[in-house]
């Protein structure tokens, strides 16, 4: 008999976007940009209030920053979380095995029938694409969704025990 209410969890640091820290960077620039302006050149009230507004874009492009994924697999479903800058956790989603149609490697020949449908494909990997091995999985999930993230060796076989036919491993 398959134990099934095993628990399991992975957490995945990711990469940030070169957007993001361009907008960081930038904001910060701005802030400072506009508090000088605000006392030195005489923009006053306004000068502060561009500041504080470069300063709160600053915080949400920071907070954006430091992305970490948290895969849980515990009775059947996966559960996947957002954690921003290691101090705002964000419920991304909940997907159950048993609508999981296939589960490998991204590179697998076990994925080549659903490569020329349209999925939705959501990104929860560390997004770095020179790790060699690649580490991602893709899950087909339910005929409408495509998710990418990068489980450990014991989530893919706490997975696998319970959905031996649908999950690969190569």
């Not at 907070?63 to 956790?89: F, G, P, T």
């Not at 697998?108 to 790790?131: M, P, Q």
Request: aromatic content about 16%; glycine content about 4%.
């Amino acid at each position: 008999m398959v134990n099934d209410n095993n628990y399991v969890e992975c957490l995945v640091e990711s990469k940030a976007s070169p957007v993001i820290t361009f907008l960081k960077y930038l904001s910060i620039f701005f802030a400072v940009v506009f508090f000088i302006a605000a006392f030195m050149l005489g923009f006053g009230i306004i000068g502060l209030i561009l500041c504080v507004a470069a300063g709160f874009g600053y915080h949400f492009a920071a907070l954006n920053a430091n992305i970490e994924y948290e895969y849980q697999y515990c009775d059947r479903e996966i559960s996947v979380d957002k954690v921003l800058n290691k101090s705002s956790r964000k419920h991304v989603g909940t997907y159950s095995v048993e609508h999981i149609e296939a589960m490998a490697p991204s590179k697998s020949y076990h994925l080549d029938e659903f490569k020329n449908k349209t999925y939705k494909t959501s990104d929860f990997s560390s997004k770095n694409k020179d790790a060699q091995p690649d580490p991602t999985y893709t899950i087909y999930y339910d005929g409408k969704d495509k998710i990418i993230f990068e489980p450990s060796d014991e989530f893919v076989a706490a997975v696998k025990a319970v959905a031996p036919r649908k999950v690969f491993t190569d």
